[in-house]
């Protein structure tokens, strides 16, 4: 059996099919490289071996009779721990949810599992999702599989680097504000955003429920659209989940894309953007110009709001989300606390980070009397224009084409003194959560040896359209002589 | 003695003020299943034992709305005369309390699901009095917290999550009440109105109907409001009733002494009588509600809203009308057969088969009532029909039977349940009611008590009730009384 970190959802489910190994052998396989390699990175926070045997079990069962194999057969995941796992420890990178354990499954795990992938194991995150390098966890930061003294990027640090590292060979992580995106940037991987709606909440630990989506990470562009195909789709159990069908998104990455127009937003290079991750952005405009594309320039020109839009937005919807972590019922509660009042006090000073208490402080004062027409609403307002500004450019264009992030992965403990700072790492990203339209990273080289990404922002529910666009992309780079990938 | 005086004096003063009140009801809507998820809504099952990811509030669980909860609520709001608004919004209300999972309370707050209606109230001086209702939304209901029972109740309270997420509606009233009675009268009428829709059992020791009060008082006269408390904890009628008088009371004291009323939150403490503050801890909320993300706008198309329309039953104030109308019944009658729709549907169907719906209706609110108080029985259970009300009525009218027989029939037929025409003929009850046959048995009692009938013609009138009192006699009191008095007169002279 090959490398775990070249494997693929095809080349595993083959593996399986042709009984080259079987799924417990690759489980165990999985397991004792994540032994090695998760050291140093610090991806996973919990196994959940025994699950994964049973998985395992199941897959081979099937091998055994014959039967058709499901389309992630054997498929080794690894699911960020913001998303519900019935029975395995759901942390969200908190203190607050040490010992907490779900009692059901996220509806995305669900149709996972249903589709035959294995679930290896919960991955590191900024707790609660909430950070743009994973140095927010309370269980330590996640490395960058690809330089050990950087940022794997976040909040999903911990579903880019184990893609990276190869410890899992596809992994679900979440994105409010680019946490999908920026981290497979970072880490030199496939991360998507699908449209909201496009996939199930249900089991999603709610940062900002108007914002928060699940999406796939892969080391190829198939994969994700292998994955996102297992678990998009209506679900009853989600009022905000779309009933709108679900294509072929594997079928469609073939598709020519000669023709196709891709805008480029006037202020895709702004200041502040690293010139080397610029030259990699503008060489992959060339990429799909020589391809047959258009070009297209095109002004977006309430871009500028987004960042403050966001943080008003998702910072009130999280104040309200994370109110139930009180101490009652389950997680962290201090027990020391004389009266009610005083354990809620200490409960969440102690159990939430620095970060997780900022956003709350932020969101309870947006919210407030006298305040709420003054933030809330007025980003509300902002939200709405930028949606018709994406609107509109989508008569125009097939796709928008930005950089993923501003910079590539930096260090670690360089940017934690300002958050500020830290928040701008968002710039490209936080629109499509805004809007609610889908976006991809995809790996477009690297700067002094660190990943870039090129991130496509489409209309909504255009998945298949970035998929193809990403798949020809990265096919072309795959093609061309190493000097042009610089 | 001073108390006196000042009590003297108090009752003057009340006599210059005027009371403004609107009331806040809490009507939890009688849905199998709760707002928000799966759970049963059933009362008194073991505590956390209907509870789920959703209604326990568990991270990553989502809300999606109950259907049948939008159905009665749209219909409570249209019984109510409001206006249903086609699109309304979710919100969510935050604050910290250990019976409330999420931490914040899925309510509506700027968009609620009905606005503008009204509910017709029986005036003091008779007529009625129109008092608005400024909106009715839908919410979830809160768990409960229990301070006491547990062997370590000393040192830690428990919480039953159980009613969390039970749907509820808020029905605010306008300012528009101008008496305890009044307020008491809508609550009433509110109730009643519910029941007959059959969207909430309205069991207020259950907690399926909860209520909070406004109360003010200004100058008779007076153009604008006084300050207002709001008083909470007011679990039964009589407690409203209560609570308001010692409210109304206190506030003309305290403005009568020159003082100024404190807005502020009050609780009715039903041992002492008396509202009491709450602490002011309590009451500095800033729900900080914004629109719930987790839910879509809630749709009420007018289609919708026109099909639900069709399937409001009578009402209480119209069927009263109708009963008036249809079978003469008084203000009074009427109001007694309509408390309930079942009652009001057993008067019907006796009193169409019936020449005397009257003597029907005095049936139904006599005998039987009282029967099934005795018995500890209700309507569903009471072996009576009401085709046998009709008969009993007839019975008498055509004078087979006398009223007095007509109430031994009652309570052989109440447990029997057979019908009254053979229990007449099997007790040997039938009235005799021949006049030929009378007046034979007047003859002899007439031959054989001359003195008596001479004292009688002489002017001892008195004597008549001997004389019937014979003819019962002989004839084992079955004979009409009606007849006999007609007869006797006659011959008698």
Not at chain 1, 387 to 416: C, H, M, N, S
Request: proline content about 5%; charged content about 20%.
């Amino acid at each position: 059996m090959t490398d775990p970190a070249v494997l693929t959802i095809d080349s595993v489910r083959s593996a399986m099919r042709n009984k080259q190994t079987t799924a417990a052998a690759l489980v165990e396989r999985f397991y004792a490289f994540i032994d090695d390699a998760d050291r140093q990175v610090n991806g996973y926070l919990t196994l959940c071996k025994e699950r994964a045997l049973a998985q395992a079990g199941k897959i081979d069962a099937l091998v055994d009779q014959g039967a058709e194999l499901p389309p992630l057969a054997g498929v080794p995941v690894a699911v960020k721990d913001v998303i519900s796992t019935a029975g395995v420890r759901t942390t969200c990178g908190s203190r607050m949810l040490e010992n907490y354990v779900p009692r059901y499954d996220a509806t995305a795990v669900q149709r996972l599992e249903k589709a035959g992938a294995i679930i290896l194991g919960k991955v590191n995150c900024d707790e609660f999702a909430m950070g743009s390098s994973n140095e927010n966890s309370a269980y330590g930061p996640v490395r960058n599989p690809r330089a050990l003294d950087r940022v794997p990027g976040g909040s999903s640090g911990g579903s880019a680097a184990v893609v990276a590292a190869g410890t899992a060979v596809v992994a679900l992580g979440s994105d409010t504000g680019g946490s999908i995106r920026q981290p497979a940037s970072f880490c030199g991987v496939v991360g998507l955003l699908p449209t909201y709606g496009r996939v199930s909440r249900f089991g999603l630990v709610a940062f900002a429920s108007s914002l928060d989506h699940i999406g796939p990470f892969s080391r190829t562009v198939k994969d994700s659209a292998q994955l996102l195909q297992a678990i998009a789709g209506r679900d009853p159990l989600d009022s905000t989940s779309a009933d709108v069908p679900v294509p072929d998104y594997v079928a469609a990455l073939d598709q020519p894309i000669r023709g196709l127009r891709i805008g480029v937003p006037s202020d895709a290079f702004a200041s502040g953007l690293d010139p080397r991750v610029e030259a990699r952005v503008r060489e992959a405009i060339e990429v799909f110009r020589r391809a047959g594309c258009e070009i297209v320039d095109i002004s977006l020109p309430n871009n500028q709001y987004a960042i403050a839009t966001y943080y008003i937005i998702a910072t009130a919807e999280a104040s309200a989300n994370l109110a139930r972590y009180d101490g009652v019922r389950y997680g962290f509660r201090n027990k020391d606390a004389a009266t009610l009042a005083e354990m809620y006090r200490r409960t969440r000073d102690q159990g939430f980070g620095a970060e997780v208490k900022r956003r709350i402080l932020l969101g309870t004062y947006v919210l407030s009397a006298g305040y709420y027409d003054a933030y809330y609403k007025q980003a509300q307002r902002a939200r709405a224009l930028l949606a018709a500004d994406y609107r509109k450019a989508f008569q125009q264009v097939d796709v928008i084409l930005t950089p993923t992030a501003p910079t590539p992965a930096f260090k670690l403990g360089e940017k934690t003194g300002n958050p500020l700072e830290m928040y701008l790492a968002d710039i490209y990203t936080v629109t499509a959560d805004l809007v609610g339209i889908p976006g991809i990273s995809v790996p477009c080289g690297d700067a002094d040896g660190l990943p870039v990404g090129v991130q496509l922002l489409g209309n909504y529910f255009a998945e298949a359209r970035l998929l193809q666009l990403a798949h020809h992309f990265e096919q072309l780079r795959a093609q061309a002589p190493a000097s042009a990938q610089a | 003695m001073s108390t006196t005086i000042a009590q003297t004096s108090l009752t003057a003063a009340a006599e210059k003020y005027e009371p403004v009140i609107g009331l806040e009801v809490h009507v939890q809507l009688n849905t199998a299943t709760k707002i928000f998820c799966g759970c049963s809504t059933r009362f008194g099952a073991p505590a956390n034992s209907q509870t789920c990811p959703v209604c326990l509030g568990l991270p990553g669980a989502l809300p999606v709305l109950n259907r049948e909860a939008v159905v009665k609520a749209v219909r409570a709001s249209l019984a109510l005369n409001c206006q249903i608004n086609e699109r309304s919004v979710f919100a969510r209300k935050n604050y910290f309390y250990p019976d409330l999972p999420k931490g914040y309370q899925i309510s509506q707050y700027d968009k609620p699901i009905a606005e503008h209606g009204w509910l017709e109230v029986d005036a003091k001086n008779g007529g009625t009095h129109k008092i608005g209702i400024t909106r009715l939304h839908m919410e979830e209901d809160a768990g409960k917290n229990m301070h006491e029972g547990f062997a370590d109740s000393h040192q830690f309270s428990y919480v039953d999550l159980n009613r969390a997420g039970v749907p509820l509606v808020e029905i605010v009233s306008e300012p528009d009440m101008r008496s305890p009675e009044e307020a008491y009268e809508y609550l009433t009428r509110l109730k009643e109105i519910m029941l007959y829709l059959g969207v909430s059992d309205c069991n207020m020791e259950e907690g399926s109907l909860r209520c909070d009060a406004n109360v003010s008082v200004r100058l008779r006269g007076a153009e604008k409001f006084g300050t207002k408390a709001e008083i909470k904890n007011l679990n039964s009628f009589r407690y409203l009733q209560r609570a308001l008088e010692y409210e109304i009371e206190r506030q003309i004291g305290v403005l009568e002494s020159g003082g100024r009323v404190v807005q502020e939150t009050r609780l009715f403490n039903v041992s002492e009588g008396k509202t009491f503050p709450m602490r002011s801890k309590e009451q500095a909320h800033d729900y900080r509600y914004f629109p719930e993300p987790d839910l879509a706008p809630l749709i009420v198309s007018s289609a919708w809203r026109d099909e639900l329309a069709a399937t409001l039953p009578e009402l209480p104030r119209q069927k009263r009308n109708r009963l008036m109308n249809e079978y003469g019944l008084t203000a009074y009658d009427a109001d007694v057969l309509t408390v309930s729709q079942e009652l009001a549907d057993y008067f019907e169907a006796a009193a169409k088969g019936s020449k005397n719906p009257k003597a029907v209706a005095n049936w139904i609110m006599g005998d039987l009532t009282a029967h099934m108080k005795a018995t500890n029985t209700t309507l569903a259970d009471t072996k009576v029909r009401p085709n046998q009300i009709a008969e009993l009525a007839a019975l008498i009218d055509e004078g087979a039977i006398s009223g007095k027989m007509a109430k031994d029939v009652f309570a052989k037929m109440a447990e029997s349940g057979e019908p009254p025409r053979s229990l007449v003929a099997s007790m040997g009850l039938q009235q005799v009611s021949d006049p030929a046959a009378l007046e034979k048995i007047i003859d002899e009692i007439m031959a054989a008590n001359p003195k008596q009938l001479e004292q009688y013609r002489g002017g001892k009138t008195p004597l008549f009730a001997f004389f019937v009192g014979q003819v019962m006699k002989a004839t084992k009191g079955q004979a009409n009384p009606a007849l006999v008095n007609d007869l006797l007169k006659a011959k008698l002279g």
